[in-house]
């Protein structure tokens, strides 16, 4: 067996305090491999997109440990951690988080730009031309439509060519035929690339374009099924 890209073993995480504290993720243990398509799926509050942040390390788990690519995520520092993130995994929001005051290339050049790395601007004219985008890189978030603003969220979070691409409901504030051209363009960018895809959607036939469907009920896993048998 080869070694997974991806390890969770007996993560575990509880968000909120007092009696507002909720067990969000419970004991989960998870291989993801090389150049694979999961979709998790589950119903509102299952801890899907939770489990995404733990995954791209945006969000630390209380026990339990988050290995990727023989990294041990969980168990670096803050600093190092975003230093790896960075070379490593791209994250594509539901709400765009584009920066407003900067223009699609501006954006799209951003964490080139923040890890001091050269021909930033270069690079993101190829990304957004890979994203069908060319003639609209000095273009700001307000004067693009929600697909195009979300072209320039898929070009930034692939810029430094990483192993991973997560996507948290990417489509769910597009109407479904732009939904349908993103879906398009990040499988196909998942497949020219190699890169392994990591969907949190509601959307079972957006689910049913992965590989393996990982279904989450109140913070567990509730099964794991290739796409098609699930």
Same mark, same amino acid.
């Given at each position: 067996?080869?070694?997974?890209?991806i390890?969770?073993k007996?993560v575990?995480?509880?968000?909120?305090a007092g009696?507002?504290?909720?067990? +969000?993720? !419970?004991?989960i243990s998870?291989?993801?491999?090389?150049k694979?398509?999961?979709g998790?799926?589950?119903?509102?509050g299952?801890g !899907?997109?939770?489990?995404?942040m +733990?995954?791209?390390?945006?969000e630390?788990?209380?026990?339990?440990?988050v290995?990727i690519?023989?990294?041990?995520i969980?168990?670096?520092?803050?600093d190092a951690?975003?230093?790896?993130?960075?070379g490593?995994?791209?994250?594509v929001f539901q709400s765009?988080?584009?920066m407003?005051?900067?223009t699609?290339?501006?954006?799209?050049a951003?964490?080139?730009e923040?890890?001091? !790395?050269?021909?930033a601007?270069?690079?993101?004219?190829?990304e957004?031309a890979? +994203?069908?985008?060319q003639?609209?890189?000095?273009?700001?978030?307000?004067?693009?439509s929600?697909g195009?603003?979300?072209?320039v969220?898929?070009?930034?979070?692939? *810029?430094?060519?990483p192993?991973i691409l997560?996507?948290?409901?990417p489509?769910?504030?597009?109407d479904?035929?732009?939904?349908?051209? *993103?879906?398009?363009?990040?499988?196909?960018l998942k497949e020219q690339?190699?890169?392994t895809?990591?969907? +949190?959607t509601?959307?079972?036939?957006?689910?049913?374009?992965?590989?393996?469907?990982v279904?989450?009920?109140s913070g567990a896993v509730l099964s794991?099924?290739?796409?098609?048998s699930a």
């Amino acid at each position: 067996m080869p070694q997974p890209l991806i390890s969770l073993k007996n993560v575990d995480l509880h968000l909120g305090a007092g009696s507002a504290r909720v067990h +969000v993720l !419970k004991n989960i243990s998870l291989d993801i491999g090389e150049k694979q398509a999961v979709g998790l799926i589950g119903p509102s509050g299952s801890g !899907k997109s939770t489990l995404l942040m +733990v995954l791209a390390g945006l969000e630390r788990p209380e026990s339990g440990s988050v290995e990727i690519a023989g990294n041990v995520i969980t168990a670096m520092s803050e600093d190092a951690l975003a230093r790896f993130r960075g070379g490593h995994i791209g994250i594509v929001f539901q709400s765009f988080h584009l920066m407003p005051a900067m223009t699609a290339l501006e954006n799209t050049a951003l964490p080139l730009e923040l890890a001091g !790395k050269p021909g930033a601007f270069a690079r993101a004219r190829e990304e957004l031309a890979a +994203v069908g985008l060319q003639d609209r890189v000095n273009h700001y978030p307000a004067q693009l439509s929600g697909g195009e603003q979300q072209r320039v969220a898929i070009a930034r979070a692939m *810029i430094s060519n990483p192993p991973i691409l997560v996507a948290d409901e990417p489509t769910g504030n597009l109407d479904r035929p732009t939904g349908e051209a *993103i879906v398009d363009l990040m499988f196909r960018l998942k497949e020219q690339r190699g890169a392994t895809l990591l969907l +949190v959607t509601h959307d079972p036939a957006l689910a049913g374009r992965c590989d393996r469907m990982v279904r989450l009920g109140s913070g567990a896993v509730l099964s794991d099924s290739a796409a098609g048998s699930a």
